[in-house]
Nanobody
Framework: QVQLVESGGGLVQTGGSLRLSCAAS????????MGWFRQAPGKEREFVAV????????NYADSVKGRFTISRDNAKNTVYLQMNSLKPEDTAVYYC?????????WGQGTQVTVSS
């Protein structure tokens, strides 16, 4: 059984920064793709960023490219999302996802609120 626990969300002003963390347990973390998604009120969950098992390859949604950075520390079973130059439209619940290729596991989410 996989458990994913996100942390690091909060309230920040426009232009500020936050770093989200997602700690994983129950699986061989270093062999799986990890991603961040977000869901704003009244909207569908959307892709934010993804990192491959080694951490050597990443991909981002156009809306966050150049502002957000995804990274992972396989020794700590943790994936991070560094968010800079935050905008009010970044306000959402942020979820991490572990993908095995046939199953996806999700964390409980962490709220990020950006005030204007």
């Amino acid at each position: 059984q996989v458990q994913l626990v996100e942390s690091g969300g909060g309230l920040v002003q426009t232009g500020g920064s936050l770093r989200l963390s997602c700690a994983a347990s129950g699986r061989t973390f270093s062999t799986y793709v990890m991603g961040w998604f977000r869901q704003a009120p009244g909207k569908e969950r959307e892709f934010v960023a993804v990192v491959n098992p080694s951490g050597g390859a990443t991909n981002y949604a156009d809306s966050v490219k150049g502002r957000f950075t995804i990274s992972r520390d396989n020794a700590k079973n943790t994936v991070y999302l560094q968010m800079n130059s935050l905008k009010p439209e970044d306000t959402a619940v942020y979820y991490c996802r572990l993908s095995t290729g046939w199953l996806d596991y999700w964390g409980q989410g962490t709220q990020v609120t950006v005030s204007s």
